[in-house]
């Protein structure tokens, strides 16, 4: 999910609608936008499907404030509708709240349930209204102090952002596991999940929020507040190797170097006898020129993308992936006939998309198929908001490399080791990838075990 928002712009929410476009890679399924305006009032819009088609002028012009938050959503089976499309709005007597978060709590049924004992109603299944309703619960005269209390009782990955009528408040998990940095913009200032939505808007990138961070934004400017002394720098494999933008900077190293480097790593680590080397657009694009620049095989643009397609990973349904795979790449004939292939993606998660790959490359003549994958084999389901499915849906699951190899029809499988994947930062951050080790960072809940 994306999360942006904006402090000290006079039209907020033409801000926040470009700031969207930059994020809406990390979701297609929702989108919403709230402003306070000059008098303290709410204002706020959402809908179902991409930012384009839910805003326009005269719904942003209704929208008029100075300070504003927003967000890209991506559904999963259980987290889809309306109800559940953030920013969300809690009244409270010591001022409203507006809320929106990426990521997961591994703890949220245990939260959920000592809320519910306690009397209190949620009508959603997000961890923003949990996280809202631990604020409301805490006393302090001070917010600061109820929004600290409330994130040390939060176990898992997040982001999140929070609006009062007059502050942001931008925190991040003390294991940095989601990313989230913060901008200046003229006079004010931008929070975002990726610093891609900065450039779109003329923002320029000031730093990351820190794990276990909460960085405050007001008329007084910018002030950080540590929440935890417990921290971690764990942040997401995934982000640098699917999710984020390949012009994104997190944690100090940027997702477009991280992806030739981990191809290079790759080809290292996985040669292939070929002559030619295709990476799946778009997200394994840089992969594939890492690994034809330390190979020495040409690189091609073999498989084209009909961009007018959602992403396959996170539309919610099965069906709706695999019918996506099939509407959204082409090869090309004339590139790939007779060749033998090198097949750079970024992650098998199911296998649905890279098995019909294969099929198409090889009903384009292709003579060859060896598919290599700039990330370790998923073995193991996230607990921390990425839809990465059940344990017993992954291919790799209780399969060998070569089961999993048979399974989509290539002639060779090969993948990068987790130590490949970590060198490929550069050192700049270590990395969760307790989907492909089942070494989670936080501790887990009977749920999840
Ligand atoms: S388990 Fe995998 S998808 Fe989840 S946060 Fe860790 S690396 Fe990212």
């Known amino acids: 999910m994306g999360i942006f928002a904006v402090f000290g712009a006079p039209k907020a929410s033409s801000v926040i609608y470009y700031g969207l476009h930059g994020l809406q890679h990390r979701g297609q399924e929702g989108a919403g936008i709230a402003v306070f305006d000059e008098n303290g009032k709410y204002l706020h819009h959402k809908g179902l499907g991409l930012i384009s088609e839910i805003f326009n002028e005269l719904r942003l012009d209704a929208l008029e404030g100075h300070i504003g938050m927003g967000t890209t959503q991506y559904a999963n089976a259980d987290r889809g509708g309306l109800d559940n499309v953030q920013p969300l709005y809690f009244h409270h007597k010591g001022g409203d709240l507006c809320i929106a978060g990426d990521g997961n709590l591994v703890n949220g049924p245990e939260i959920r349930e000592f809320l519910e004992n306690r009397g209190i109603i949620l009508h959603s299944s997000t961890d923003s209204e949990l996280l809202a309703n631990l604020i409301k619960k805490e006393h302090s005269e001070d917010r600061i102090f109820n929004i600290i209390r409330a994130l040390n009782m939060m176990e898992g990955g997040f982001a999140f952002i929070i609006m009062t009528r007059n502050r942001i408040y931008a925190c991040r998990d003390k294991y940095g596991i989601k990313p989230l940095c913060i901008g200046k913009l003229s006079d004010g200032y931008v929070v975002s999940s990726e610093s891609c939505a ?116 996170i539309q919610p349904l099965q069906e709706m992936r695999e019918r996506g795979v099939v509407m959204k790449l082409s090869a090309v004939r004339s590139i790939v006939n007779g060749k033998r292939i090198v097949l750079v993606d970024d992650s098998i998660v199911r296998g649905t998309t890279i098995l019909k790959i294969i099929k198409i490359l090889r009903n384009a003549g292709a003579a060859a198929v060896h598919v290599r994958i700039a990330s370790p084999m998923m073995t193991h389901p996230c607990y921390y908001g990425v839809d990465t499915s059940t344990k017993e849906e992954l291919l790799c699951n209780g399969r060998t490399l070569e089961e999993a190899c048979k399974e989509i029809g290539a002639d060779s499988l090969g993948y990068i080791s987790p130590e490949g994947s970590r060198a490929s930062t550069f050192g700049c951050s270590d990395l969760c990838l307790a989907c492909f080790t089942g070494e989670y960072a936080t501790d887990l809940y009977k749920n999840q075990q």
């Open 198 to 313: 900065f450039e779109l808007i003329g923002a320029t990138f000031v730093r990351d929020v820190q794990p276990g961070e909460v960085v405050t934004i007001d008329e007084k400017g910018m002030r950080c507040r540590d929440y935890s002394q417990f921290k971690r720098r764990m942040m997401c494999g995934m982000e640098y190797i699917y999710i984020a933008r390949p012009d994104s900077d997190i944690d100090g190293c940027n997702v477009h170097a991280y992806r030739m480097e981990s191809g290079r790593i790759l080809a290292r680590e996985c040669p292939a006898d070929a002559d030619i080397v295709v990476g799946v657009p778009d997200s394994s694009l840089s992969a594939a020129m890492g690994y034809s620049q330390q190979s020495g095989l040409p690189y091609e643009m073999g498989l084209i993308k009909n961009r007018y397609v959602a992403r396959t990973f």
